[in-house]
């Protein structure tokens, strides 16, 4: 049985509870209101508030972290409720149960599948009350704008228009049908009586939230496609935008920490006397970090800094990036692993296949760090029995849960205060927050006095939560046309999987084994997760397969592609855009690779070559992007963009490495990023498919690496399958 037949089918099995359910669920839409509202203020359909002077508030259940994400929902939203625009502001929902994120439960289940109208009431219940079982309030997958926006906040805006109309249509005695809303005004057609919202969501918020709002064609929308100033951008450039480093309470202290090099390490001892005794609050020892408490994070950074902690390694001393591979070797080599897909008998034909008609290769990818512009931060207070947090966490309602079980307090007992980060790209979720594990028992220790816990460069650089360093084999027989007839490919998985694996070309007979592969190393998601090795791997053999047949690498994608399929036609335009076959200046070469992620597909074509020092040169990168449809345009073009260059520093410099144990990067200094000089000539298109909408966020970012390498060796004929690409040419010279 499918996730999604269960899950309606067990919600129309509780028909006889909807009742009770409705009241429970009350419970929670009380509770809403009363954690937003202020005075004045009316909360309808549980994510829009209205107050008194017309203002249009959208809870938003995503982090600001750059992505533009509250504008986007909040043009959604507004659009449906036919807002005043300039009257329209957004603020992160509270970390809460009745906050839970229940369009991004409906949407990551159900992916685009439409219930029939009668079940569409049930549905909704059943995917609410799973999203605050399991606290879904998570902002990554590029699920934002295609889930919360496209299923939730146009639902919604459309459902508070509705209760808006009929508060008019009461107070005035008319059919609500003749009535009409534009800019946040309520008009009567006939009689030519106008209502403000601002005079109306007393009563509107009394009205029982519609099931099934009209929702607006697209041929009627006035906000949606267009590209007004975001939200955030006037406080982002005037200073006044709060992030977590920037808060300041009464009687704050700084927590600065050291940590047990070597991840999963014990603190053994350490001598408190080195630390100056002036201006020092406390010294705590933590079970794998020593913790330095001071009235500012320079003090106690300094006083840290003179300390001479000792810590165990945990048997992982002798550790490097040798043993890495090896351990990669093993596992690939010996590993049963775990069928993932299968079609046809791939192994048998690869075992029947005469030797010059097999290619075979062996990918590599690095640990990478997500190098954010602000520094790691979050801040506690324990007083009076509750923990109050306050930090630019991903997830505010799963970092609530996690705070729940660190402090072992009651939900009632934790506040969850989420602010926006400078930067994350899956760094601050609860799976990946180790930092907070130290900064609660420090917050404690100090009650009642908040402590803010911020790492050091050297910190968070040291003890990240890399993007997993893995590996694969593949393998792949080609048939008397030179197109493969089969592949077979075993790859190591990280236990942040999120496997992301489908083979996007039309071969006969596959076979996709997974091994699950570790070491004492923290890993976590990073930018596009697995779908960034998978891409390199893939797309990099495809071009192998296309050179070993004698093929033009885009016309076998090609040949490979179904007809008047979205990816063929994301690959043509990215061809045609590059001019692909076109003559290049001398020692350039052209690379293609197509990918999909969070249902957009992207197409990419780089132009690189090798300097006269041997390092690779990026000249220009065009992509190639369906993502079904467009919110904010310019928004959309600057998430590729901006994902293409993080890719690209990625793919040229950044790794991190392991020495005797621990890491061994410490700051920028040491942690080749791509410089503003470096970064090439970047075109994006969109083709606006009409299919289901895609996520942005994420998806420009894996198809770089692999179409890279291959512009690389199309350039100088020496592949390399090793990421970063700048080091293993290095390695060939």
Known sequence: MKRRSFLIGAGAATGGLVIGYRAWSHSFAAAAARQVEGPGEHLLAGWIKIGPDDRVTVEVPHIDMGQGTHTALAMMAAEELDADWSAVSTERAPGEKSFANRFLARGWVMQGYDVPAYADGVTDLVFTEAARFIGLQITGGSTAVRFTGRIGMRMVGAAARQMLVEAAAERWGVPAERLTVRDGIVSDRQTGRQARFGELAEAAAGMSVPASPRLKDPAEWRLVGTSPIRLDIPAKTNGTFGYGIDLDLPDLLHAAIRTAPVHGGRLVSVDPAPAPQSGVERIIELDDAVAVIAPSWWQARRAADLLEPQFSGEGKDGFADASVETLQDEALETGEGTLLEETGDADSILGQAPAGRIVQARYRVSYLHHAAMEPVNATAQFADGTLTFWGGEQDALGTKNLLMEISGLSARRVVVNALPAGGSFGRRIPVSADYLRRLVPIAMAMAPRPVKLILS????????????????????????DGLPTAWSQRFLSAPTRNEAFHLPYTIPNQALRSIDFATHVQTGTWRAVAHTQHAFWTESFMDELAYAAGFDPFEYR??????????????????????????????????IALHEAYGTWVAQVVEASLGNDGAPRVHRVVAAVDCGGLCHPDTAHQQVEGGIIMALSAALFERITIENGAVRQRNFSDYRLMQLAEVPQIDVQFIESGAAWGGLGEPGVPPVAPALANALYAATGRRARDLPLAEAYAAMS
């Open 558 to 591: 090609r040949a490979l592609l179904p007809a008047g399929s979205r990816q063929l036609a994301v690959l043509e335009r990215a061809a045609a855009m590059a001019g692909w076959g076109e003559a290049l200046p001398g020692g350039r070469g052209r690379g």
């Open 457 to 480: 460069r050297e910190e968070e650089f040291t003890h990240g939560a890399y993007r997993p360093a893995l590996a694969t084999d593949i393998a792949a027989a080609l048939g008397p």
